[in-house]
């Protein structure tokens, strides 16, 4: 086994201390783009032989498409932020149509607009899609005495007590799946809708809690698209990190899983990589919890127990490419379907009417995206890519009348693609980062932690980073005064 001293202090000049990190999803890539803003010497270990984990730009039909995440929230700051700074400004584009549609109760209904993560501030901003009983039973809240939320509650059990099922089954379950393939009565309110959250808590009516929401957000007049996309693809933001971080003097090794991570008897650590070794002063666990539960085991068995104990959906994307000339397809970004509903297909993007950019690449071939899977549904992945398409096709036959034979289909598989946050999982959160604290010069980050969007990714490697920097100070005072060794020292 090789054993590489790379961020030895004299090779590095005034560039003090060594971080490696662990993963080069986009986690990983952009802690490692933060601290080398910090002039940290940084070497990112990743598994596969590609960097960018969920993120994945491919092609179908000749069409640039993307295989995994599509679009970014524009309403914080992190990702369209981090694009800019990777040179990707002229490339941002923001979905060419808002409207999209919810495909229930028989047909494919506008998706209301003024709710919360499908909660209304009034019935009647559901009415078209919520039966007379349904936006009968959400007038109840003003009446009904309060729903204590306690420490966490599940956002489908909290908001099924104040304004009925219907409210959950037909919208709350369908966004939120959207967002985390997960079910709406187990998620954590508190974790994945905290503004929600918040007002459960300083209201008894969870309507009028919303109409709050909505009026701060009006008064703030947020402006400008709450999505934005990339030209060519989500899927190259990792790519240009990637390229940025690289030309900023960082090392990034692809097909290098790390394989053991121990605290160095000198301070400082270790970390095995297949044949390598490598030395560092700090590390950035940015792997999914499974990965961080088997490297944490040794040196933090309580945080790789609450790490091993996250659950994961699975879910598959069918992208199919259509000729254009004849066909007709509903207006708007796409649609997405209640689980009560009954189908197999759980959501449907118009990838060519949704972004611009997919549209200009071959104005003759429409893409159009379906997606299978939701947290504990096992049966539906096991069938074969060519079963997935025709449930695909025949979801899209029903729902929008479109019968053509696609020019090409691809199946892209994301097992274990999406960390779930049940009730509790910020309390878990805090106990992990409690037991990493207190190992100097461990970070954690990623999608199990803070949120699973691709900006809050951003922000919690962010943190990590931030939170090492004060490590990295402790170094650099050291490295100031020669008379100290680093972490070992020579002989390494
Ligand atoms: C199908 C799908 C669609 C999505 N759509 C959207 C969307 O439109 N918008 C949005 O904001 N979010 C979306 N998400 C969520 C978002 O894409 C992810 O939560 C986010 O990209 C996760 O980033 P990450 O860096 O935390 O983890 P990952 O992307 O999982 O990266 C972790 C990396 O670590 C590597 N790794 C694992 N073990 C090791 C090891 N031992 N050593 C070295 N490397 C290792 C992996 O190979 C991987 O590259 C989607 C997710 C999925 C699955």
Known sequence: MGSERVGDMSATGSRTGHVVVIGAGIAGLAAAHRLLGRSARVTVLEAADRVGGKLLPGEIAGVRVDLGAESMLA????????????????????????????????????????HV????????????????????????????????????VAVGEYVAARLGREVVDRLVEPL?????????YRISMRSAVPQLFQAARTHASLTEGVREIQAKAAAGQQTGPVFMGIEGGVGTLPLAVAGSVRARGGEILTGTPATELRVEAAGGWRIAAGERVLHADAVVVAVPAPAAARLLREESPQAAAELAAVEYASMALVTLAYRRRGLTLPEGSGFLVPPVDGRTIKASTFASHKWGWIAEEDPDVL?????VGRHGETEILQRDDAALVDVSRH?????????AEPLATRVTRWT????????????????????????????????????????????????AADQLDGDLSGIRALAANPVHSLHGGAGE
């Open 117 to 152: 993560m499908g909660v209304p501030g009034t019935a009647a901003a559901l009415a078209g899609v919520l039966s007379e009983e349904g936006l009968a039973r959400i007038e109840r809240d003003a009446d009904l005495p309060r729903t204590e939320v306690g420490d966490d």
């Open 416 to 463: 274990d693609g999406l960390p779930q946050y049940p009730v509790g999982h910020h309390a878990r959160v805090a106990r992990i980062r409690e037991h990493v604290a207190r190992l100097p010069g461990l970070a954690v980050c990623g999608a199990q932690y803070d949120g699973v969007g691709i900006p809050a990714c951003i922000a919690s490697a962010y943190a």
């Open 75 to 114: 309403r914080r700051p992190e990702a369209v932020a981090l694009a800019r700074e990777v040179g990707l400004d002229g490339r941002l584009q923001p979905p060419a149509t808002a409207s999209a549609s919810i495909w229930t109760r028989g047909a494919l209904r506008p998706m209301p607009k003024g």
């Open 395 to 403: 979801d899209l036959r029903e729902a929008t009348g479109l019968d």
């Open 176 to 184: 939120l799946g959207g967002v985390y393939a997960g079910d709406a």
């Open 367 to 371: 893409v159009l995206r379906t997606s």
